[in-house]
Structures are given as structure tokens and as C-alpha cells.
């Protein structure tokens, strides 16, 4: 292999090693260890939810059970992504070794356009697919997880509505994790007055230790618990949804939640140095362009390198520069676009891409698009569970921006996504999240947008041996990607692989964001004299992951535990807890 040229200074390079060496092993002294249990684990981004599961486990459900009794619950403990009113994703491997996936995305109205959020001379007006009504795409959240319970999971529906239930009716005491988050959308909830009443506390601000008591939503979860899904898409909530939605300038009628359908696929699998990666299919981006990163990088020897080496980081910002060219190009709704997930899940391909990455320089991201080779022509939320029979679920679902289109359905409790803004409104046009789409992902009728949202399991020998996964928008398939490379490359626990700090590059803009820590400053001169743009960090990410056996890949299990959970200290509000 050629030696790179900003790491061939051999003292510079030795220096370095060092710092990261000793980084890495600092790395190791300051994470806490990873939370260890014997029959199950569930890690969210809310410990009420979080306990909701593992009670549900307790009491003999399974990890579907759980996964829906913990999707109910933070849909009240955590409403700025947690919800009935958005959309996700669910990826399955069952004890007997079954593979699935589940697609609850929303979709856009039925009198939706692709021109909808153009003005008249076709520029984009700003905050329409972000803020209000005509942001809301068709909810799926509800649809999904009865579609979940009813195939695959054991327990009577109004058990594991009830826990969120009691949540929603006599309220919670919020920490300084949920303040934080409703502190970003206090000016925004003042100008609905349906939020308002719920999540402002006498016109103000909640703080620390106040209780959220949310009225409305208990009797919308009583509806779902006594009817199932009629009890949201039909009858008094749906007429209430639609209701807002008209009175606000959007465009969802009873037709839209009549036709909502949830869609069970064949997830996305890949191989990875031995492990089998089990991940998210389109609409979701994740899985295809986690596998094509990990094929790229398998033919570079990162453990060898060492973490965060100037070389090892440079081949992952190109393999992340490169995948991002095709997510951004190619793929969108199944049913209205062919994906080319063969070619670009190919080893081959993958190859190919090796051969035009110069080992020492950086791409140049507006020279890398579609027809030229070897390119042809938000925030959520996640929980990953594991129970004792050798299930495994990971979910991630969202509003896309935190609380949504900042929209409350009237006498619901139900705050709505803002998801039309996954869509390409405009060729050429940065969406929330910076990401320059394509025509594959233009809005149409009943089409459900692009995510990046990457509910992963990776297993080992067909048993599932970790289970992943995060919000972040654009930045959940990276988050994922560096996640697996830290166990499997190199070594980490699962708590140290979430704790370790990132790095991420999504081809346009031409700029990787670097978190405080990722690399040293000798590192980032390297990498910057090679030609790196290098930025600021992005807001953190929420990582909820759990390995399967021993607390890292390979090593050794502690007594009788066979679960270990990690939650991202990133946010203060989540919880790994098994039993």
C-alpha cells in the first residue's frame, strides 16, 4: 500500500501514535463501564421509557413487546422526538433466526406536489417544509407498532399502552435532560396555542423538577389501547388531526390516514471482518450506505493504522465522502424509484472506489457526482433492546426536527412531524440537515421521503451480538458506522465505542465536522495539509447500543451476565438498564 504522504514523516507520525495511543487509553480510564445484566437490556434516550422495558421483560414480554411499550411510552417522556405522530423504522432478528423490517415512515398527503414549498419564481420559501401544517407528512408511528405487537410480539395490546397511559395522566417530573430539549422550542410552542397549553407551563418556560401532565394524549393512548389503530386513524382523534391540519393551511384529510399502510421488507445485510450486518433498507438510506462504507473500508487495514490515525481518518472521511455521493444521488421510495442496492452494497463496487481514494490527498467533493466513476449516471430518536430468548430490536423513529412541525392536533396531544422536509423540495437545495438530495427522493403523493434513520443489529455465527443505533439526521449513518468500526476494529467496550468522539463528512457541503477530542491537533495539521476541510461539531447525537455475551467482541463476560447496555453521555436524559 502506498504510504501517505502527510504521515511519512516518521516523527511527526511516531508523535502522533502516541497522542492517540495514549488518547485511546484514556479513553478506556474515563468511560464508566458498560451496564450489565443477566436476562435482558433495553437502552433509551429517556429512563422512564427505559424502565417501561425492562419491566415489560420482567413480566415475560419479549423484545418486540418491550420495543412497543417503550415507543408508547416516549411518546409522552419524550415528545420532542418520541411519538405518535411521526414516522420510523424497526429492524428485527428473531430468536429463530428470522430477519425482518418494518417501515412505519411517513408519507407525504395525497395532495401533496413536488413544487409545494417553491414561491413563483421556483425558489424555495424558507421554514414552509419545517414549520406549520404543510410540513406534516401521513403519521405512521402508531400503525407500526401494533403491526409489530400483532405479528411478532406476545402481550395484550392494553398492557403495554398502559405504563405511558399512567405517564401521560398523572405526569412526570422533568430533569434537566427533557429542560434542555423543550428549552429549544419554548418561542416556537408560544405561537400554537395547542402546544402551548401542554408545554408551556402558565404561559412560561417549564424547569427543573416541574411535572408534565398531558391530559389529551392520555385519552388519544386510551383510544389506541381499546381500538388499536381505528383508534387513531379513525374516529374522534383522526377527525381532530385532520381538523388542525385544514385550520392551519395544511392539506391532510381522512383519506391520507385511511390509506396509511405499514410495509415489512427484507432489511439491508452486509459482511464486515467476520460480522453480519443487519440494517435499514430504503427508504432508509442507512443500510445501504453503512454497508458500502464498511466494504470500502474493509480493504484498509484500520486496526493496523491505530485510531484516529491521520491515515485511518482520512480513509474513513473518503469512504463517508464517496457513499454520501450515492445516498444523495440514487435512492428514494421503493415503490416510486429502482434503488441500485446490489451494485452499491457490491464488494466489487466497493473496490472500485478504493482505487480512485488517493491515500494522500482529499477528495474534492464537488468533482465526485453522478456519472463520474465510479459513480454512475433529522432529529429522532432510538432504543435498542435484547431479551433473554435471543430476540433483538432496534427502533428509531422521529418527528424529523425536535417537537416536529412544532404543531399540536388540538384535544390530541399529538405533536406532528415536520418530515416533508426529508424530501427534495429543490434539485440543488440543502435541506434541515445540509443534505443536497436528488430526483429519486422529489416529493410526490403517498411517496414516503429518504431517511438516514439506521436501526442496526450486527450478529456473529447467526446470533445477534449487538444492537444499535441513533438520531442525528444526516449524521445517524456515520454515528452508526463509527460505533461498529470502534468494537470491531478496535477493540472498544461498548460503552468507550459510544463515548469515543466523532468525525462526519456527507459529500456536500465540502466540510468535515469534527467533534472537541476526535483527533489531536498534530492530526488535524496533517489531515489539513492534505487538504481536509475540517469544521466544528454538529449538535450531539444520542447513541443506544448493547453488545450480546460480553461487555466488548470477543472478550470475556462478567459473572453471569450476558447483556451490557451503553447510553451516550451526549445527552443527560437516557438510560441502560437490564434486569
Known amino acids: 500500500m502506498k504510504n501517505l504522504h502527510f504521515a511519512s514523516k516518521l516523527q511527526t507520525s511516531l508523535l502522533v501514535t502516541g497522542i492517540l495511543l495514549a488518547a485511546h487509553s484514556g479513553l478506556q480510564a474515563a468511560s464508566v463501564a458498560p451496564v450489565a445484566a443477566e436476562h435482558g437490556m433495553v437502552v433509551s434516550a429517556q429512563q422512564l421509557a427505559t424502565k417501561v422495558g425492562v419491566d415489560v421483560l420482567r413480566r415475560g ?24 405522530g411521526g414516522g420510523g423504522f424497526m429492524t428485527v432478528q428473531l430468536a429463530d433466526g428470522r430477519k425482518t423490517f418494518l417501515d412505519f415512515r411517513e408519507k407525504a398527503p395525497l395532495a401533496a406536489s413536488a413544487n409545494m414549498y417553491l414561491d413563483k419564481d421556483g425558489n424555495v420559501i424558507k421554514g414552509l417544509s419545517t414549520y406549520g401544517h404543510l410540513a406534516v407528512g401521513v403519521p405512521g408511528s402508531v400503525s407500526g407498532m401494533e403491526y409489530a405487537r400483532t405479528k411478532y410480539g406476545t402481550m395484550k395490546r392494553a398492557e403495554l399502552l398502559k405504563p405511558a397511559i399512567t405517564l401521560a395522566e398523572k405526569g412526570f417530573a422533568l430533569n434537566q435532560g427533557d429542560i434542555d430539549i423543550f428549552h429549544t422550542a419554548t418561542a416556537d410552542f408560544s405561537k400554537d396555542p395547542a402546544s402551548a397549553a401542554i408545554f408551556l407551563n402558565k404561559g412560561q418556560a417549564f424547569q427543573v423538577g416541574q ?9 388519544t393512548l386510551k383510544a389506541i ?21 385544514q385550520s392551519g393551511g395544511g392539506i391532510l384529510t381522512q383519506a391520507d390516514l385511511d390509506q396509511y399502510s405499514v410495509r415489512e421488507m427484507a432489511p439491508i445485510e452486509c459482511d464486515y471482518r467476520g460480522y453480519h450486518v443487519i440494517s435499514a433498507p430504503p427508504p432508509s438510506s442507512g443500510g445501504v450506505v453503512i454497508c458500502e462504507m464498511l466494504n470500502i473500508l474493509e ?7 491505530g485510531f484516529r490515525s491521520a491515515q485511518a481518518v482520512h480513509y474513513q472521511i473518503e469512504a463517508m465522502r464517496h457513499a454520501y455521493v450515492d445516498r444523495n444521488s440514487y435512492l428514494g421510495d421503493p415503490d416510486f424509484v429502482k434503488n441500485p442496492i446490489a451494485r452499491l452494497t457490491d464488494k466489487a463496487y466497493a473496490a472500485q472506489i478504493r482505487a480512485v481514494i488517493d491515500p494522500n490527498k482529499a477528495g474534492v467533493s464537488k468533482d465526485l457526482k453522478p456519472g463520474v466513476e465510479p459513480h454512475e449516471g433529522s432529529n429522532t430518536t432510538h432504543y435498542s433492546i435484547a431479551d433473554q430468548w435471543g430476540n433483538a430490536v432496534a427502533v428509531t423513529y422521529t418527528l424529523n426536527d425536535w417537537f416536529g412541525a412544532k404543531m399540536t392536533a388540538a384535544g390530541t396531544g399529538v405533536l406532528l412531524n415536520d418530515e416533508m422536509d426529508d424530501f427534495t423540495s429543490k434539485l440543488g ?27 442496526t443489529i450486527v450478529s456473529k455465527d447467526k446470533q445477534p451480538v449487538m444492537v444499535l443505533g441513533t438520531p442525528g439526521g444526516s449524521r445517524i449513518i456515520t454515528v452508526v458506522l463509527h460505533t461498529i468500526l470502534n ?3 478496535y477493540g472498544m467496550n461498548v460503552q468507550e465505542a459510544v463515548d469515543a468522539p466523532r468525525f462526519h463528512q456527507q459529500w456536500l457541503p465540502d466540510l468535515t465536522n469534527v467533534e472537541n477530542f476526535a483527533i489531536s491537533p498534530d492530526t488535524r495539521k496533517l489531515l489539513e495539509a492534505a487538504g481536509h476541510k475540517l469544521g466544528a461539531p454538529q449538535p450531539a447525537n444520542h447513541m443506544a447500543a448493547l453488545l450480546i455475551g460480553a461487555p466488548s467482541l470477543g472478550g470475556k463476560p462478567v459473572g453471569n451476565n450476558r447483556f451490557y ?15
Not at 414480554?61 to 405518535?84: E, F, I, K, Q, T
Not at 411535572?211 to 385519552?219: G, I, R, T
Not at 480493504?299 to 493504522?305: E, S
Not at 451503553?566 to 445527552?571: F, I, Q, S, V
Open 61 to 84: 414480554g419479549n423484545a418486540v413487546d418491550a420495543a412497543v411499550a417503550v415507543g408508547y411510552a416516549l411518546a409522552v417522556v419524550y415528545p420532542a422526538a418520541g411519538n405518535l
Open 211 to 219: 411535572k408534565l401532565v398531558q391530559k389529551d394524549l392520555a385519552k
Open 225 to 245: 389501547s381499546q381500538r388499536g389503530t381505528d383508534g387513531f386513524y379513525k374516529g374522534p382523534v383522526a377527525a381532530a388531526i385532520v381538523k388542525s391540519s
Open 299 to 305: 480493504g484498509y487495514p484500520l486496526k493496523d493504522l
Open 429 to 455: 437545495v440543502p435541506n434541515l440537515y445540509g443534505l443536497v438530495q436528488g430526483e429519486a427522493n422529489a416529493i410526490a403523493p403517498g411517496k414516503r421521503p429518504l431517511s438516514s434513520m439506521s436501526p
Open 487 to 489: 468494537v470491531v476494529d
Open 565 to 579: 447496555g451503553a447510553n451516550d453521555p451526549r445527552r443527560n436524559s437516557g438510560l441502560a438498564m437490564g434486569y
